[in-house]
């Protein structure tokens, strides 16, 4: 089942005296999903977005793993973007750019996408466990924003738990959706047909569905037909 619900900082693991969080999804997850993302970039330069890099292991562990492409972590959450902050730092990689202050509920996502600190067209953006633990209209921001900054080749890369035809893959999922809707109504685990429409309504299309442990997917998307003539 997912593995991000309570803000990091606040889940009673230890924080480093430089502000360092550590997740312990990080340590279960790494491995799979960056088989699946080194893989499309292998061979490949330009600039990828993490959208919602909580504490910031993730992105440097692909920087470490992918060092011809330009990572750019983001969030909103203070504490995360100091965590990212400092294990930038602590990393000492030179192909992670400073986090970005994004706000996925809003399609135009931030000023440094369009005042030139930030990237040009992307490569890829990779979301992982964000739209369940967030109002619809950010998985709207997130694709709607994917669309007007990928590149004609480019990938979003979505990892999570999700539904298949309304229904749940895993018994853990069903529970999970249970407790994050009591929490908030607006959260959820979300259909993979959903999300699917709402690429479309941006010119993305599902490219291909990856299994993940722990009942988790990958959900891979480029750009339509639709999407290649608007682009």
Avoid at 25 to 35: K, L, T
Avoid at 120 to 149: D, K, M, Q, S, T
Avoid at 178 to 197: A, C, K
């Amino acid at each position: 089942m997912a593995e991000h619900v309570v803000e990091f900082g606040k889940d009673g693991r230890p924080v480093e005296p430089d502000g360092r969080l550590d997740a312990a999804a990080f340590h279960r997850n790494h491995a799979p999903i960056s088989a699946v993302l080194l893989k499309f970039l292998a061979g490949k330069t330009g600039d990828v977005l993490e959208a919602g890099s909580g504490t910031g292991q993730h992105v440097v562990h692909f920087a470490r793993h992918a060092p011809d492409i330009t990572w750019w972590p983001s969030d909103t959450n203070e504490a995360h973007l100091n965590s990212i902050g400092a294990w930038l730092k602590h990393s000492g990689l030179p192909n992670i750019r400073p986090a970005l202050r994004i706000d996925l509920s809003n399609p135009a996502w931030c000023h440094q996408m369009h005042d030139g600190s930030g990237p040009g067209r992307l490569l890829a953006v990779f979301c992982a466990n964000v739209i369940h633990i967030a109002p619809w209209r950010v998985a709207e921001g997130l694709f709607a924003g994917a669309a007007r900054y990928l590149r004609s080749d480019g990938r979003l890369f979505l990892y999570g738990p999700f539904k298949r035809d309304g229904k749940h893959t895993a018994l853990s999922n069903a529970v999970f959706d249970t407790s994050l809707r009591s929490r908030d109504p607006d959260w959820g685990v979300r259909d993979i047909g959903d999300v699917e429409t709402l690429a479309d309504g941006v010119g993305l299309a599902l490219i291909e569905t990856v299994p993940m442990p722990a009942n988790n997917m990958i959900l891979i998307f480029g750009r339509s037909k639709k999407g290649d003539a608007s682009a």
